[in-house]
């Protein structure tokens, strides 16, 4: 398997655009992790899903941010408008269903927005 | 904050010396997890120890977990350039949430 598979690995946008982030877990994996990490808030959980459903959007920032999963295979962050203060790395992870269990982190997509 | 607090947030030992980095936690766990990050990559698991578990192995890792003080320690003995990284903590929580603390930076020198 070629792990979790994250694009673009590099995004430079202009404030006010719409940023669309994209994931592809693992092939068999029921949970899915959106993350955003700073240097100033660490690694923070925005939102996580469980077969497709979203289970905890808490760490969502603002209305700005909304996060998708269609299918099994597929999962999107969007931001719109983003704004500077949106710069940050952002990870996906997934792992398979249960309370014991390891993720496994995408190579994340570090965000500018100038 | 959603995290909770590891320390210390770095430290610089030498190769061949031993390196025990602690986290701290505020809520009720599943389990606890260690992960390692290299600069500029994604996180990587390193050892999950259950919330009925006190210590666990895993080569020249060793992970201890006391509930009642809400903490756990991870040592690396040995330690090799190499292990140079970042590391982090995670809580499993309720649902398979799993929050991250801030992390240790971790330098070895040759």
């Known amino acids: 398997d070629a792990g979790v598979i994250q694009s673009p690995r590099h995004e430079v946008t202009e404030m006010g655009q719409e940023v669309t982030l994209r994931c592809k877990p693992i092939s068999g994996h029921n949970s899915l992790f959106w993350y955003r990490q700073t240097m100033m808030r660490g690694l923070e959980l925005l939102i996580y899903?469980?077969?497709?459903?979203?289970?905890?959007d808490s760490g969502m920032p603002e209305d700005r941010f909304s996060a998708k999963m269609p299918n099994a295979s597929f999962s999107t962050l969007k931001i719109q408008p983003s704004e500077p203060r949106d710069s940050a790395v952002y990870f996906c992870?997934?792992?398979?269903?249960?309370?014991?269990?390891?993720?496994?982190f995408g190579q994340g997509t570090r965000l500018t927005v100038v | 904050s959603q995290q909770g607090e590891e320390d210390p947030q770095a430290l610089s030992i030498q190769e061949g010396e031993n390196a025990t980095m602690n986290c701290s936690y505020k809520?009720?766990?599943?389990?606890l997890q260690w992960y390692r990050q290299n600069s500029g990559r994604g996180l990587v698991h390193l050892i999950l120890?259950?919330?009925?578990?006190r210590e666990k192995h895993s080569g020249r890792l060793r992970v201890t977990l006391d509930t009642s003080k809400k903490s756990s320690s991870l040592l690396i003995t040995a330690s090799r350039a190499a292990d140079t990284a970042s590391y982090f903590c995670?809580?499993?929580?309720?649902?398979?949430?799993?929050?991250f603390g801030q992390g240790t930076e971790l330098s070895v020198k040759p």
């Open positions: 809520t009720s766990i599943n389990n």
């Open positions: 120890i259950r919330s009925n578990e």
């Open positions: 899903f469980n077969n497709n459903v979203p289970i905890d």
């Open positions: 992870a997934s792992s398979t269903e249960g309370e014991n269990t390891e993720a496994f």
């Open positions: 995670a809580t499993g929580r309720q649902g398979g949430k799993l929050i």
